[in-house]
């Protein structure tokens, strides 16, 4: 791949810095092992939601839908929304 040189001005200076594009690397194991675990905990808790009428079944499938976002939007390196 070529690099394509781009232009950047930040605080009065400018200066020029090469940039490669490329295809984004397919998702790493332990990142789908964590996405798994995350979906595992969701259906724990949104099972227990649908049988359990109690409050404390409640408080325990808010605790799994913490579990599931934390497991399924963690930091990625990527910069964007979620991190």
């Known amino acids: 791949?070529?690099?394509?040189?781009?232009q950047v001005e930040r605080?009065?200076?400018?200066?020029?810095?090469?940039?490669?594009?490329?295809a984004a690397?397919?998702?790493?194991?332990?990142e789908n092992y964590l996405r798994v675990v995350g979906?595992?905990?969701?259906?724990?808790?949104?099972s227990s939601l649908c049988v359990g009428?109690?409050?404390?079944?409640?408080?325990?499938?808010v605790f799994c839908l913490v579990s599931f976002v934390l497991y399924s939007f963690h930091y990625s390196g990527k910069l964007d929304a979620f991190d």
């Open 53 to 61: 009428g109690c409050p404390a079944a409640i408080h325990f499938y």
């Open 1 to 6: 791949m070529e690099p394509t040189a781009v």
């Open 11 to 22: 605080g009065g200076d400018s200066f020029e810095t090469p940039v490669v594009i490329a």
């Open 25 to 30: 690397e397919k998702p790493v194991t332990a």
């Open 39 to 46: 979906l595992i905990y969701l259906f724990i808790g949104i």
